[in-house]
């Protein structure tokens, strides 16, 4: 699970255990979580690595437990959304190729490229979720550009621009929200976890301040 955390890297990190958590229900039954355990993992943002604090929850009744991911985190990637999603729509917007959209976030170019490859192999499916999502909440439709990639980052802002309109999510980001909506899979290898077509009963609505 992924929760559409608003904070700043540097202030969940401060905040260690004591980031006050969302309690969502649990995925299969809707029935309540309990916080179980949880473990460290690394991020990178503005250039460093640090640890952050990721709480599991378990359900009672499926005895299932389930990580709850900050938004800032995509799934399997060291890198904060923020950094993948400024070389994502750096290159995929046409601003410019790789090596420097790679250069300006602090990341390996090869690293960089595997992100654009991920995202253009699973561009055209990403730009008609997120083009429907835009729809669901309350946006326009959008005209799908030609090009796949460049049609899954309008599909993304038009989502996120129809998201913002809603409490809570500007302060989010356009691309923690596209980690919400993704359950942290924006450009995961996986395709065949749940995905965010079934719109916006699916991922978690931010806490409004
Ligand atoms: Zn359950």
């Not at 699970?1 to 006050?20: K, Q």
């Not at 192999?121 to 997120?130: I, N, Q, S, V, Y």
């Not at 356009?174 to 991922?203: D, E, H, K, M």
């Amino acid at each position: 699970m992924v929760w559409p955390c608003p904070l700043p890297v540097d202030a969940y990190i401060a905040a260690g255990r004591r980031v006050e958590f969302p309690r969502p229900g649990c995925p299969s039954c809707a029935g309540p979580l309990v916080f179980w355990s949880g473990y460290w993992r690394y991020v990178r943002a503005v250039g460093r690595c640090r640890k952050v604090f990721v709480p599991r929850l378990r359900c009672g009744r499926c005895g299932v437990s389930h990580v709850l991911l900050p938004a800032f985190v995509l799934a399997w990637r060291l890198d904060v959304a923020e950094t993948v999603g400024a070389v994502l729509a750096e290159v995929a917007g046409g601003a410019c190729g790789v090596r420097p959209a790679a250069e300006r976030a602090g990341v390996p170019h090869t690293t960089a490229r595997g992100w654009v490859r991920r995202f253009g192999a699973r561009a055209g499916e990403l730009g008609t979720a997120f083009a429907a999502l835009a729809v669901e909440l309350g946006g326009d439709a959008i005209r799908p550009p030609a090009e796949a990639a460049r049609f899954a980052l309008a599909g993304i802002t038009a989502a996120f621009g129809a998201a913002a309109a809603l409490p809570g999510w500007l302060a989010v980001g356009r691309w923690r929200f596209a980690s919400s909506v993704s359950g942290g899979r924006l450009i995961a290898a996986n395709t065949t976890s749940p995905y965010l077509i079934a719109g916006s009963r699916r991922f978690m609505p931010p806490v409004p301040p």
